[in-house]
């Protein structure tokens, strides 16, 4: 199957600073890609869909200042965490579509780990 | 509005019994359904996926899920649980599926799943 791949897999920051993960589709095209977020114990919850070559559409709540979304090509999406805070704390994962495989399944990334302290 | 409810938050069954995780969902539409396996600490991988058709879905591993319209239910079934299979589950609803269409997923609160040998 397709293959997501997120960079950094884990990550411990200042607050204060920012931070970048990288989501990449590996072997396939990906016009849009998702992140997630995911606390402790909980569900996944959708951010923002990532559009390549235009904005991101963000979901209900989250602040688009905050967490930066840049789709430049159509295997790289990279979400910044800006001036991250200790709430910032969480399991991002990304998605992306393939199109040309099962009538466009998503395949999820490894998943990125922040700490912020 | 879409959602999804997973009912049983922790199930612990012995290996070899059979399983059965459940799965709610609410949709004005005809639903694509999905069921996700994570391991702690990882991404997510699909164990099947529901778009029309057969109501009984085979998926990978074992597992199978049958959609019951009436019931707006999609529950996840094993018929012998094997060790390796303790992880938590995630029950998804999409609204979409269509080449160029977002195809955003709403993922259930999960269920726990551990093993007892």
């Known amino acids: 199957g397709a293959v997501v791949s997120q960079h950094p897999s884990w990550v411990i920051c200042k607050s204060g600073t920012s931070v970048k993960i990288e989501c990449r589709s590996l072997d396939f095209q990906a016009t849009t890609m998702f992140w997630y977020r995911q606390f402790p114990k909980q569900s996944l919850m959708l951010m923002a869909t990532s559009n390549e070559g235009s904005k991101a559409t963000y979901e209900q709540g989250v602040e688009k200042d905050k967490f930066l979304i840049n789709h430049a090509s159509l295997t790289l999406s990279t979400l910044t965490v800006t001036s991250a805070h200790p709430e910032d704390s969480s399991f991002y994962i990304c998605s992306a579509r393939d199109l040309h495989i099962g009538a466009g399944e998503l395949f999820f990334g490894e998943g990125s780990r922040l700490t912020v302290l | 509005a879409q959602s999804v409810t997973q009912p049983d938050i922790h199930i612990t069954v012995s290996e070899g019994a059979s399983l059965e995780l459940r799965c709610n969902y609410s949709y004005g539409a005809t639903p694509y359904l999905f069921w996700y396996v994570q391991s702690p600490g990882q991404g997510l991988q699909l164990l099947l996926k529901?778009?029309?058709?057969?109501?009984l879905v085979q998926g990978i591993k074992g597992f199978e899920a049958e959609f019951k319209r009436s019931q707006s239910s999609f529950n996840l079934r094993k018929p012998s649980v094997h060790w390796s299979d303790a992880a938590e589950y995630f029950c998804a609803v999409g609204a979409s599926m269509l080449r160029g269409a977002t195809n955003k997923l709403i993922f259930g609160t999960g269920t726990l799943l551990a093993v007892q040998p």
């Open positions: 529901y778009f029309s058709g057969d109501t």
